[in-house]
């Protein structure tokens, strides 16, 4: 099991570009969360797909966006980047069991973004 | 709204001593706590966590940690630390179950000298 895959796994991009990460979460699961995991700092949750749409969305503009494939994979999207979306950012995957139960978030290793 | 506060960003022990890493959280209902671990380069690992009922929690690698509601903590203990430990630990909290939004700590570096 190659567990929560994610790529690429450092970009480099400027002021104003757009950008695209994208996760392949573990075998088996069908919720992928999102966070964004600035230097210095824990995690801090973005957004999270599961059927092929967002279920629950954290603190964060627009700019945002993600999408959810038929096969359970995950792409997260930044538009018109700032300085300050430089950051690591974390895909975890995770089987929902149902309501009432707890389902472990299972996280890959990341994805650099450096924004110049 | 929930939060999580960790005392102490930096943590230093020798090997062989207690590793003691502080945690603090706010919820308005009942939470679900978590310890995760990250080491260089890679992504977070779950040590620990608390959801219902033994309020001692046992995790992987000798960490245990103890949900005290009244004092609103959920700190991690190892009795005796090992080289292998040295790594950043993150502190969790949800309202829900676990596969809804988690609410992390600003983490420790936990270094270890030999």
């Known amino acids: 099991d190659a567990g929560v895959t994610q790529s690429p796994t450092h970009l480099i991009k400027t002021r104003g570009q757009q950008v695209t990460l994208r996760c392949s979460p573990k075998s088996g699961h069908d919720t992928v969360s999102w966070y964004q995991q600035a230097l210095g700092q824990g995690p801090q949750f973005i957004f999270q797909?599961?059927?092929?749409?967002?279920?629950q969305r954290g603190n964060f503009p627009d700019r945002f966006s993600g999408h959810q494939f038929p096969n359970y994979s995950s792409e997260l999207n930044v538009n018109a980047l700032l300085l300050g979306d430089s950051a690591l950012y974390l895909c975890?995957?995770?089987?929902?069991?149902?309501?009432?139960?707890?389902?472990?978030?299972?996280f890959g290793p990341g994805t650099r973004l450096t924004v110049l | 709204a929930q939060s999580v506060t960790q005392l102490g960003s930096h943590v230093s022990v020798s090997e062989g001593a207690l590793v003691l890493l502080r945690c603090n959280y706010s919820s308005s209902v009942p939470p679900y706590l978590f310890w995760y671990v990250q080491y260089p380069n890679q992504g977070l690992q779950l040590l620990l966590k608390?959801?219902?009922?033994?309020?001692l929690v046992k995790g992987i690698n000798g960490f245990e940690a103890e949900f005290k509601k009244s004092e609103t903590s959920f700190h991690l203990t190892k009795p005796s630390a090992h080289m292998s430990d040295a790594a950043e630990y993150f502190c969790a909290v949800s309202e829900d179950t676990g596969r809804r939004a988690l609410t992390f700590g600003s983490g420790t570096r936990l270094q270890v000298q030999p």
């Open positions: 608390y959801t219902t009922g033994a309020t």
């Open positions: 797909y599961y059927e092929e749409e967002e279920r």
């Open positions: 975890a995957s995770s089987l929902d069991s149902g309501l009432g139960t707890w389902d472990e978030q299972f």
